[in-house]
Structures are given as structure tokens and as C-alpha cells.
């Protein structure tokens, strides 16, 4: 049976996919991947995967300024036009990273605030950048994004304490992908074990965070049925489930996306 999947969190727009995108898009519909989003990170990114959704009607766009190239994003006005085309379906990739701080985090903090109050202001789901500022990201949703506006974690590999902070205080989604595939990933894999299957959607992130057996490989949308699988595995249930619970969430934190359905 072949499984459908919504990857909501790609970047297809990369040069490692240049050599083989026609055969790549090909390769994740004949894996049962309906959509994929593919979200940029800055206005070049951002722009491309407009692009890329023109080409490809499985692509699904989202715009947006990442963490680490907020020092370079400028004023800014270049995203409102891109915020404004009917095809993109969220605002993002946006957040924080204190990981590796390749942008100052009082630019990291304004840059992320900006967005978030123009998603509100377009009823736009955020797409988040989280690592090792949970409780900034958290503080800054709280003040910066309308209520009722959908919101992601995307990349989610923390504790089941903060994905349940999230979910709870926030009414945000979480974002599973290779990762929990990865036998170390303990803390994530009780997370995923625990938290409400109706809050969690289906994410690649590629071409990083390939799964198991691929790991050190270039990822792609295809492999996103393995990530399914290891979700299944850890909820004790079948692959068709958790595929069918994660495309109706995608759906859901994606309205537009569901309107192409």
C-alpha cells in the first residue's frame, strides 16, 4: 500500500539538487509524497522556491527570513510582496538559533518578531526555527503572533516537556523528521511516543537530517516513509496511520495546502 505523505519542511531550492530535481520530485510522488513544502531563507531562497512551485505542482512555497541570515536580510520590504502571493501557503522558515549565533540574537529576535506580526496580519502559518532558545521562541510568540494563526515547530527534537509547553500554551504543531530515526535521539523518540498524534506532522528538512539507513546521504522528500515508519514503531501502531493522521494535520496547520488538495 502506498502510503500519502506531506513533507511540510523542504529545501529543494539548494544546489545539491540541481544535477536531478526533475528525478527527485518524480522520486517522492512514486513514494507516496502528495506535496512538499519548501520554505526559504532568505529573499534569493525565498524567491527560488516561487519558482520552484511554478515548475512543480506538488511544490507548496513558503517565504521568510531563517535565523542564521537575519544579519543580512535588510529592511525587510522585499518579503511583504512575497507574503502577498496567493500560492504561498506559510511565512518562514523564521526563528531563533543560539546554537551557532551566525546572526546577533537581538537581530535573530527583530527579524523573527517582524514576521510573525506580518503572518498574523495575512493569517499566514509561521514556520519555526527553534535550537537552544525554546523559551525566547516561546516569549516571542506569546507577544508577536496572532492568536489563532497556525504556527510549527519545525525540526522538533526536544524533550516531551517542551513539545507539551508548546502544543498547550502555544496551539503549536511539531515538525517530526530523520531525526527520529537516529538510535541516540532518546529524548525524542519518548516525545514522540507521548504527545498527541493530532499535533504532529511530517517533515524532511532536506537535504539535512537524513534518516536511518541513509544517514550521511544527501535526504530527500522520498525517504520521508522511513520517518513515518519510526513514528509508527515508537506508538506501537502501522505506518498507514500515523501517514493518514500527519497528511490531515498538514492540512490543517496549512490551509492553503489544503485547498489544493
Same mark, same amino acid.
Given at each position: $500500500?502506498?502510503?500519502? +505523505? ?9 544546489? %545539491? ?21 519548501? /520554505? ?53 522558515? $523564521? ?25 498574523? @496580519? ?13 523559551? %525566547?521562541?516561546?516569549?516571542? $510568540? ?55 498524534? @493530532?499535533?504532529?506532522?511530517? @517533515?524532511?528538512?532536506?537535504?539535512? $537530517? ?29 505506518? %498507514?496511520?500515523?501517514?493518514? /493522521?500527519?497528511?490531515?494535520?498538514? +492540512? ?10
Amino acid at each position: $500500500m502506498t502510503l500519502a +505523505l506531506v513533507d511540510t519542511h523542504a529545501h529543494l531550492d539548494g544546489p %545539491e539538487y540541481e544535477p536531478d530535481l526533475e528525478q527527485t520530485v518524480t522520486r517522492a510522488r512514486d513514494a507516496g509524497v502528495t506535496m512538499i513544502v519548501s /520554505a526559504g531563507q532568505d529573499e534569493a531562497t525565498s524567491r527560488a522556491t516561487l519558482s520552484l512551485a511554478g515548475r512543480f505542482p506538488a511544490v507548496a512555497p513558503a517565504v521568510g527570513v531563517h535565523p542564521h541570515l537575519a544579519k543580512d536580510a535588510g529592511d525587510l520590504r522585499w518579503l511583504v510582496p512575497l507574503l502577498d502571493d496567493p500560492r504561498v501557503v506559510a511565512a518562514g522558515e $523564521m526563528g531563533l538559533d543560539y546554537h551557532y549565533d551566525f546572526s546577533p540574537r537581538e537581530r535573530q529576535r527583530e527579524v523573527f518578531a517582524r514576521q510573525l506580526e506580518w503572518a498574523g @496580519e495575512r493569517d499566514l502559518p509561521a514556520i519555526i526555527h527553534c535550537r537552544e532558545a525554546y523559551d %525566547e521562541v516561546m516569549e516571542i $510568540m506569546s507577544a508577536h503572533r496572532k492568536p489563532g494563526t497556525p504556527a510549527v515547530i519545525h525540526c522538533f527534537t526536544a524533550s516531551y516537556d517542551v513539545g507539551t509547553a508548546l502544543i498547550d500554551e502555544h496551539d503549536a504543531f511539531l515538525g517530526i523528521g530523520g531525526a527520529v530515526t537516529f538510535k541516540k535521539a532518546t529524548d525524542l523518540h519518548d516525545a514522540v511516543q507521548r504527545l498527541p498524534l @493530532e499535533r504532529l506532522v511530517l @517533515e524532511t528538512d532536506c537535504p539535512f $537530517m537524513t534518516p536511518v539507513p541513509h544517514r550521511g546521504q544527501r535526504n530527500e522528500p522520498a525517504y520521508l516513509g522511513l520517518t513515518c515508519a519510526a513514528i509508527a514503531a515508537l506508538r506501537d501502531t502501522t505506518a %498507514e496511520a500515523i501517514a493518514q /493522521a500527519t497528511t490531515a494535520n498538514a +492540512l490543517r496547520l496549512f490551509p492553503r495546502l489544503a485547498a489544493r488538495s
